[in-house]
């Protein structure tokens, strides 16, 4: 009877990661004009995340969310920050998520620009590897069951 109960918990969690692993992106979501958690260095502890696979944009309704960005941005000498899911572009500069595209103009402002899809949160276990110790699990539990 142990063997069916471990057998049980094991196919149990391989679908719960699977569902998981069906989400989308989680990225954080704050402006830090409403909420000053959002300033760097970031808390998290009471922040939301949000799947950017069901966010929408009323511009472009068919475009999905793909990246989480960051937004600094120094505007006549105050820092503000927004973080949420992007729409368009690749992470980083050149698949790079290391570097952040830079602006500066007149009237003392300063924009950083920051992408990523590496890992939930981001802007944290990734969907990906999910999907991957689901499959690499499944055959192993079939033989394992045989056997008994």
Not at 23 to 29: A, D, K, R, T
Not at 96 to 119: A, Q
């Amino acid at each position: 009877m142990m063997p069916s109960a471990l057998c049980v918990f094991c196919m149990s969690f391989i679908v719960l990661y699977s569902v998981y692993s069906v989400c989308g992106l989680m990225c954080w979501h704050c402006d830090s004009l409403h909420d000053p958690k959002c300033v760097d260095p970031f808390d998290n502890t009471s922040m939301p995340m949000k799947d950017c696979k069901l966010e929408k944009l009323d511009t472009y309704p068919g475009v999905r969310g793909t990246m989480c960005r960051k937004i600094r941005q120094k505007v006549y000498g105050k820092w503000r920050f927004y973080r949420s899911c992007a729409f368009l572009g690749e992470p980083g500069i050149g698949g790079d998520e290391r570097y952040c595209l830079m602006r500066t103009g007149t009237h003392n402002i300063f924009t950083e620009y920051c992408t990523c899809n590496s890992r939930d949160g981001c802007n944290g276990a990734s969907g990906i590897s999910s999907s991957l110790l689901s499959i690499s699990l499944a055959p192993a539990l079939i033989v394992y069951r045989r056997l008994l």
